[in-house]
């Protein structure tokens, strides 16, 4: 099991910049793909963004894409999510997750929902006015 723990929410003004973090420990190396995921008040979890660990490759949601960035710091076994240009639409607790069971390996192996990861952090509050 991989234990994640994220850091960095807040409050912001519309326009402006955060950066989450997501810390791992434990299992790590078994990790193979990794995400961020959002959920607002009434709302189902919506996926954010995914890093694949054996590629470095990367994918975005449509409403976040240009916006956003994910990054993996492999040495502090952390991970980031960089939003710029916010909205008060991205207002939401973002949860960390993590994939240690693909059904496939590829370097283009995207996770995109929330039931092909086993991991979860305790998710973070972001919260944009406007």
């Known amino acids: 099991q991989v234990r994640l723990v994220e850091s960095g929410g807040g409050l912001v003004q519309a326009g402006g910049s955060l950066r989450l973090s997501c810390a791992a420990s434990?299992?790590?190396?078994?990790?193979?793909?990794m995400g961020w995921f959002r959920q607002a008040p009434g709302k189902e979890r919506e996926f954010v963004a995914t890093i694949n660990l054996s590629s470095g490759r990367t994918y975005y949601s449509d409403s976040v894409k240009g916006r956003f960035t994910i990054s993996r710091d492999n040495a502090k076994n952390t991970m980031y999510l960089q939003m710029n240009s916010l909205k008060p639409e991205d207002t939401a607790v973002y949860y960390c997750?993590?994939?240690?069971?693909?059904?496939?390996?590829?370097?283009?192996?995207?996770?995109?929902?929330?039931?092909?990861?086993?991991?979860w952090g305790q998710g973070t509050q972001v919260t944009v006015s406007s």
């Open positions: 434990g299992r790590t190396f078994s990790t193979y793909a």
């Open positions: 997750a993590a994939d240690a069971s693909p059904p496939f390996y590829s370097g283009s192996y995207y996770p995109r929902l929330p039931n092909q990861y086993d991991s």
